[in-house]
């Protein structure tokens, strides 16, 4: 047990290491199944040992394997204890604040005095009601304040509270164009902070935060160029759709990806970032990514496909061709359409063989053939007619297509 600003926290024992017994941070399972942490085995291995240290048995093979389950799990406790703390903050700052106390409040703030404590008080103001959201909002200097705040302080935990307060108030705040222009005048800086908390905060809440606030900004084609071309900020999103993170997380992530992949040049360097593979992932990692999710990484690979690099690496990656038409009727309506939409690009548009190959192992004859006869839109209904005339000119599929008594099949609409 773990005592941390009077919370008591239960850390369970298999998250602890069994060598340093602290919780594990970068879990690797050795042959023995036993899992340890890798700092503390690699320098009990380095060491010249060659047993387990927790069996003493003799290892057949030195070499170890991620625990990406156990990561997994480790990080949902560690987010929850964090927000147990975060709230337990809240609740020792949530003495009555009344909208006479918030003028008062914000002279402090400017005057940094217990900057933290009083982020807390208009946490907890923000969280009582929708008119306070909107009072906070509206008053002088108070969005002026906050931004100044992500310029001025390095502090990953005072960082993630300005990014708290900033998303309660943020659907108040009206006029986006203003706070493009207030947060992206800033010489990079508050991006710069925006990309600390994604990297490095604590709290899933605030890292959707960030990109919450960087969403919003994105407006036009100057504010995504500049939000794409902060160094490192694209390759942090790619890294944040992998499987092992939070399904929120992974879901804002490909939001805000949607938002800036308009130019060639964003695409180009997601296509680099290998984002295809991470997308490929989402659409095979079976019930671990949720409808919204596999709606969205179907838009994104649209997008990336309209690039002849991206529909190169997407023909390449037979599994990715595949998925995606496993998703045709399977999802929404809305997942059914940019399915199709790539399909037909790489298919028909462009003639690509290998992707035209892989759509019939993956039983795309049949599936063209069922959404013709569902409810679909007379879009993807067209495209699906293109893409029949694929099979009808190629030998190999005519017989099939010809033999296939439609009249059978029958498909509920979404």
Partial sequence: MVRDVDLYVTVPSFFRCPISLDVMKSPVSLCTGVTYDRTSIERWLDSGNNTCPATMQVLNSKEFVPNRTLQRLIKIWSDSVQTQKDNRVDSAASSVVTREDIEVLVKEMRAKKDKTDRLSKFICFAKESEENCEFLAKFDGFVEMLVGFLVGDKDINFLE???????????KVGDYKALRLLILKQNNDCLSALLAVLKQGRSVSSRIGALKIIEAITLDAESKQMVSEKEGFLLELVKLISLENDPRLIEASLSCLIAISMSKRVKTNLINFKVIAELRKLLTGGQKASVSIIEKALKLLEMVTSLREGRAEFCNDTACVEAVMNKVLKVSSEATEHAVMILWSVCYLFRDGDAQDALVK??????????????????VRQMSGDLLKIFRVNSKFSSCLSSYDTKTTHIMPF
């Fill in 362 to 379: 993956s039983n795309g004859l049949t599936k063209i053939l069922l959404l013709m006869q569902s409810n679909c839109s007379p879009v």
């Fill in 161 to 171: 509270r300005v990014v708290k307060v900033f998303v309660l108030i943020l659907n």
